[in-house]
């Protein structure tokens, strides 16, 4: 099977190369949705972050995630998006994205519209790189913590995922920032790893 | 594979239409271009009165500001967007689906918007797919609801189970010390006998000492010169025994036995003080007596430890129940002298006050910190190790003094020491007595 445990350097620049692009898509059209500047982090990857069934969440976000969503995408790509808010959520982006009040109902579904774009920006830019076609499922919330600072570790995840990309976004003008964890499953990972193949003989 | 072209666009159309969610089109400027069955039998407006005006027409409940940035999202990126019944649960104010069952007013909604492109490719709108969740909504706000009324239970339960483990221990504390007393005032009973002719026994003997040692004396200074010289035995004998200490010891003897018994004596007394076991009612008590008898008891644990200063101010007696009012005084003197250390000074203190009297147990030890002070009194609640506080006796005590219709409260400050005060009305309101033979009157 192929996995992502095992990429060459090569294979892994060429995989960084590709979020890249799609990551430099995601912010370009969020930017003209919002009409802000988007910054986005280049993307961490760690191929293969997996110790039975636990995901080792890297420890700064396992410290300050208060409430962590995610949301599925489906097709020849599969896996999950998981997208980490801090402590002040996305309350800075109410305006831009048409909320008025702030009660809390807002506050989730203003998280989850949030969720729900940042991970169809990236899947979408990476699915167009591999010219494939992706569908999503809708967004939830996963874990909702008052003040414990350990979200993360109430995953629980059953199939064996292949890669974590993690993409720190922020917002800039609105003082935002959140992280995206992206977990591929093993069986579609192929798909990624036969389009880095493909990028690397195209060079 | 079917030919597309055997299916014309009038059956897709009628499909549309027909298929049991709601099914919106609208262009970039949120006019509707298509509206299905659904969406005209939940809103009452036939799809010729939809098609051709914008969402907010028809639909008033939309939010304007909001609903324009979901459209121009799904355009902008080409991308879902979703609302859930969770967050927003009547995106369309549609009556519920559950008209004779449900408890729910209104229909609940999820809601997807996707990007829809026209023959070219081209971005035509975006398409509005509602489902009607209401039967799972109310299930899962119904279950909402259980689970909160379980979890008020649960507090409940455990509350009451904390409530119980405070009883129990309260009973177990009162139960051994009831055994206790009853031990002591058995052994104490059993003493009193035989310390009692044991006295009057040295007494007498005392009596009789010193009518045989005049008696003795009488005899000398009878016999003159040549009756010695006729009994040289006599002095030997008088030598051989020492006699002249003898007579001085006998006398050191008797007093200190004397002594000694006084104070067996004493300690009987006290520990029937103590115990009363004549006395686990209510009765009128002399406070002062109950400390000091108390102090006796455990004088070997703080002797060495704290000097005990006295300042007892003048009150009369209160109607308590002595034994366990002493249970308080020893709890207290117990945790004061084990929280003091070198120069230890332990102040009691009494008076009257507020139509009442109090009791002050004042130690210069190491004190309470303040995030503690609210919980000493909690059952099980100890900062000594396994063996020297079982946590229970401040519990107790607090339970003894409500039970009395008084107070005990604590000051304390860390590093320089606490002041344990018990306040007891001088009498016993009879409330109780009377409440329940109203109750019984009417
Ligand atoms: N005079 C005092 N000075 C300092 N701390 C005290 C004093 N009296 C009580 N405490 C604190 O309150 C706690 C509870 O006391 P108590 O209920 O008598 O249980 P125990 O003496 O068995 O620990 C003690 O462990 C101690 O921490
Ligand atoms: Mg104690």
Same mark, same amino acid.
């Given at each position: 099977m192929e996995t992502l445990a095992a990429l060459t350097e090569d294979q892994r620049d060429a995989l960084q190369e590709l979020m890249n692009i799609a990551m430099g898509q995601a912010a370009e059209r969020?930017?003209?949705?919002?009409?802000?500047?988007?910054?986005?982090?280049?993307?961490?990857?760690?191929?293969?972050?997996?110790?039975?069934?636990?995901?080792?969440?890297?420890?700064?976000?396992? @410290?300050?995630?208060?409430? /962590?969503?995610r949301q599925s995408f489906l097709g020849e790509l599969r896996g999950e998006v998981f997208v980490c808010f801090g402590s002040m959520g996305a309350d800075k982006l109410a305006e831009l994205l048409g909320y008025s009040d702030g009660g809390p109902a807002q506050q989730e579904e203003l998280m989850l519209d949030v969720t729900n774009i940042l991970s169809g920006a990236c899947i979408s830019g990476l699915a167009k790189q591999v010219a494939i076609q992706v569908s999503y499922d809708a967004p939830s919330i996963l874990v909702h913590r008052e003040e414990s600072a350990n979200a993360l570790n109430e995953l629980n995840l059953n199939e064996h995922l292949a890669m974590v990309l993690?993409? @720190? =976004?922020?917002?800039?003008? +609105?003082?935002?920032?959140?992280?995206?964890?992206?977990?591929?499953?093993?069986?579609?990972?192929?798909? /990624?790893?036969?389009?880095?193949?493909? %990028?690397?003989?195209e060079l | 594979m079917t030919d597309n072209k055997a299916i014309s666009r009038e059956t897709l159309e009628s499909m549309l239409k027909a298929i049991n969610m709601g099914v919106l089109l609208v262009d970039h400027d949120c006019k509707v271009l298509f509206s299905n069955h659904f969406m005209s039998i939940n809103s009452g407006r036939s799809a010729e009165e939809l098609v051709g005006r914008t969402l907010f027409e028809v639909f008033p409940e939309l939010p304007e500001v909001w609903t324009r940035q979901k459209i121009n999202s799904v355009v902008t990126l080409q991308n879902f967007a979703f609302t859930s019944w969770q967050q927003r649960p009547h995106l369309f104010n549609f009556e519920s689906t559950r008209p004779i069952s449900g408890l729910v007013g209104h229909m609940y909604q999820?809601?997807?918007?996707?990007?829809?492109?026209?023959?070219?490719?081209?971005? %035509?709108?975006?398409?509005?797919?509602?489902?009607?969740?209401?039967?799972?909504?109310?299930?899962?706000?119904?279950?909402?609801? %259980?689970?909160?009324?379980?979890? $008020?239970?649960k507090s409940a339960q455990a509350l009451l189970i904390a409530r119980l483990e405070e009883a129990q221990a309260q009973l177990l504390q009162s139960e051994k010390m009831a055994a206790i007393g009853q031990l002591a005032a058995g052994v104490a009973h059993e003493i009193n006998n035989p310390i009692g002719f044991v006295?009057?026994?040295?007494?007498?003997?005392?009596?009789?000492? &010193?009518?045989?040692?005049?008696?003795?004396?009488?005899? $000398?200074?009878?016999?003159?010169?040549? +009756?010695?010289?006729? +009994?040289?035995?006599?002095?030997?004998?008088?030598?051989?025994?020492?006699?002249?200490?003898?007579?001085?010891?006998?006398?050191?003897?008797?007093?200190?036995? &004397?002594?000694?018994?006084? @104070? /067996?004596? @004493?300690?009987?007394?006290?520990?029937?003080? =103590?115990?009363? &076991?004549?006395s686990y009612e209510w009765q009128l008590a002399d406070l002062h007596k109950g400390l000091d008898s108390t102090l006796n008891v455990i004088w070997n644990e703080i002797k060495f430890k704290a000097q005990v200063i006295k300042r007892y101010g003048d009150i009369e007696p209160i109607e308590c129940m002595g034994s366990q009012i002493n249970q308080v005084f020893l709890n207290l003197l117990i945790n004061a002298s084990h929280a003091v250390g070198v120069d230890g000074e332990i102040i009691i203190n009494s008076g009257r006050e507020d139509g009442g009297v109090f009791v002050e147990v004042v130690d210069n030890g190491h004190g309470i910190p303040l995030d503690i002070q609210n919980r000493i009194f909690e059952p099980f609640f100890t900062t000594k190790p396994v063996g020297m506080g079982s946590g229970l006796?401040?519990?107790l005590s607090y339970s003894i003094i409500v039970k009395h219709h008084g107070r005990l409260t604590v000051e304390s400050e860390p590093g320089r020491g606490s002041c344990f005060r018990a306040w007891l009305p001088l009498r016993q309101p009879q409330v109780q007595a009377h409440a329940t033979s109203a109750v019984e009157g009417c």
């Open positions: 969020l930017a003209r949705l919002t009409n802000t500047m988007v910054t986005l982090s280049v993307p961490f990857i760690h191929p293969l972050i997996r110790e039975q069934d636990n995901l080792l969440i890297p420890d700064h976000l396992r @410290r300050s995630s208060m409430i /962590v969503t993690e993409i @720190r =976004f922020e917002v800039q003008a +609105h003082q935002f920032s959140c992280d995206l964890l992206i977990c591929i499953t093993e069986r579609t990972a192929g798909v /990624v790893v036969r389009a880095i193949d493909r %990028l690397l003989y | 999820n809601c997807t918007f996707f990007p829809v492109q026209d023959a070219d490719g081209g971005s %035509l709108g975006v398409g509005l797919a509602i489902s009607d969740t209401t039967d799972t909504a109310a299930r899962q706000l119904e279950l909402t609801h %259980l689970n909160e009324l379980l979890e $008020e239970e006295c009057s026994n040295v007494n007498s003997l005392r009596r009789y000492l &010193v009518d045989l040692f005049a008696l003795l004396d009488a005899y $000398e200074q009878a016999s003159d010169e040549k +009756h010695a010289q006729a +009994h040289p035995e006599l002095a030997a004998m008088r030598d051989k025994a020492d006699y002249d200490f003898m007579r001085q010891d006998i006398d050191e003897l008797i007093v200190e036995s &004397v002594e000694g018994l006084d @104070r /067996v004596t @004493r300690i009987v007394k006290d520990l029937r003080e =103590f115990s009363h &076991v004549d006796g401040l519990s």
